[in-house]
């Protein structure tokens, strides 16, 4: 009788998604190393999903995204998981609102008095300005972020042009052509968010870079992928261990960027394939 009352608490225990993530790696016989690698997501937002303690990944709207893609690795159904965890941000967003009691109107001392009332107002409209100021400063795509960001990208675009004559590709000082193996390095200067989109426009792959965290991209996706990410500046890409320069405007979406050696080589000599910079909007 009481191995089932054991059993039983340790079901009820079970209630947050990040411990049904935890339980089937640990039956799969995985580590967060593991895991990591396979979803190329660093091992502490891994472990900070496990414990459901959504304050300490870069933003609420990662926590989706990386759920979901626990979930693949781990034989877990994506679409369950990703929806479990939205139930969990909308209850933890409920659960911090702070109660509300009703005034009576016909009792006056209860009535809060008209100094407390423009101080919660003023108080409520800082707090406002600076969640605004939040959101539009983060970077923390979620798939409904990116596929805002791609119709916003695609209305934004100007009627193409003709291509002018082929550039052979050469360094950015001029010299002898790179070698269409070199390999290209991606590198954060901060963390930023990069995705690799199809010959549709659909980012089929991202992920994030740490401060000093370097990537280097597979063949498959300099040949099959473009480069798109919303902080330009906090992203470095070298070809063959050169510097090609920053890939577009600062705090810009940027899409379409080639990643083959020679397009990347030649942006640095200002005659790079165009891409495609769409200003943030507050979001």
Known sequence: MADEEVAEQGELAITRTGDRLRLAREAAGLSLADVATRTRITQRHLHAIEKSDFTELPGRTYVTGFARAYARAVDLPEAEVGASIRRELEEDEYGSRPLYEAYEPTDPDRLPTARLTWTLVVVTALLASAYGVWRFLSVEPDEALIAAQNRAADASEAPSTE?????????????????????????????????????????????????????????????????????????????????????????????????????????????????????????
């Open 163 to 283: 291509a002018g004559a082929p550039v052979p590709p050469q360094s950015a000082a001029g010299g002898a052509a790179v070698a269409a193996n070199a390999p290209v390095v991606l590198t954060g200067i901060s963390e930023v968010w990069i995705g690799f989109d199809d010959a549709k426009g659909k980012t089929e792959n991202w992920r994030t870079l740490d401060a000093g965290e370097t990537y280097q991209v597979p063949p498959a996706y300099i040949e099959q992928f473009t480069l798109r990410t919303s902080i330009p500046q906090a992203l470095k890409v070298t070809v063959g261990g050169r510097d090609v320069g920053a890939i577009g405007p600062a705090d810009t979406l940027v899409k379409g960027v080639s990643l083959k050696p020679a397009d990347l080589v030649a942006r640095a000599a200002g005659s790079a394939p165009a891409s495609v910079a769409v200003p943030k909007t507050n979001r």
